[in-house]
């Protein structure tokens, strides 16, 4: 099973800040890497298909990148609707999905 | 518009089994595969399973072979997951999420409370 590690676990930033979530997979997934935001009570949403393609109506700021078995995402000028927990998650074999990065505004 | 139509939460006794659906509407249920995934209270997400409508085929995690049973009805386009001989690890929220290579659309979640 292909094991993915997300990091950190939790962060905070200030409004108009640039954050960056890591998530490394335990054996090279192809670029095969989807990224999900999570608001509380609601279902996750797809930000980023294929390591670096933005999902449909999502905002600019984001962006992915990465290959091999390290990914990350990064969130340019920091929204206040940004406050939420990321999941990244490989389907190179099956899926797995990383813990999640609970982000807060400072 | 695509829809993923998740039935209502469930309070279950321990010992028992529940079956819960997802209702596709908006494309065509036999063009895409079906993942379920579980989110445990304040936890991640793990995924259970995926069934390919169209064949019937299942794939699932090997934790959960045993636990979840997926199946799928062409002609409602509703796709189903029962749990079995739930315990309160089973407590969590269930999701249905539509395979374009990865989980494009989301139903809203079950609810599942194990308690007697």
């Known amino acids: 099973d292909i094991q993915m590690t997300q990091s950190p676990a939790s962060l905070s930033a200030s409004l108009g800040e640039t954050v960056t979530i890591e998530c490394r997979a335990s054996?090279?997934?192809?670029?095969?890497l989807a990224w999900y935001q999570q608001k509380p009570g609601n279902s996750p949403q797809l930000l980023i298909y294929d390591a670096n393609s933005l999902a449909d109506g999502v905002p600019s700021r984001f962006s992915g990148s990465g290959s091999g078995t390290q990914y990350s995402l990064k969130i340019n000028s920091l929204q206040s609707e940004d406050v939420a927990s990321y999941f990244c998650?490989?389907?190179?074999?099956?899926?797995?999905f990383g813990g999640g990065t609970k982000l807060e505004l400072k | 518009e695509v829809k993923l139509q998740q039935s209502g939460d469930e309070l279950v006794r321990p010992g028992a089994s529940v079956k819960m659906s997802c209702k596709a509407s908006?494309?065509?249920?036999?063009?895409?595969?079906m993942h379920w995934v579980k989110q445990s209270p304040g936890q991640g997400l793990e995924w259970i399973g995926t069934?390919?409508?169209?064949?019937?085929?299942?794939s699932y995690n090997q934790k959960f072979k045993g636990k979840a049973t997926l199946t799928a009805d062409k002609s409602s386009n509703t796709a189903y997951m029962e749990l079995s001989r739930l315990t309160s690890e089973d407590s969590a929220v269930y999701y249905c999420a539509r395979d374009s290579g990865y989980e494009d659309y989301w139903g809203q979640g079950v609810m599942v409370t194990v308690s007697s």
């Open positions: 908006g494309y065509t249920f036999t063009d895409y595969a």
């Open positions: 998650q490989q389907y190179n074999n099956y899926r797995t």
């Open positions: 054996e090279d997934i192809y670029s095969n």
């Open positions: 069934i390919i409508p169209l064949i019937d085929t299942t």
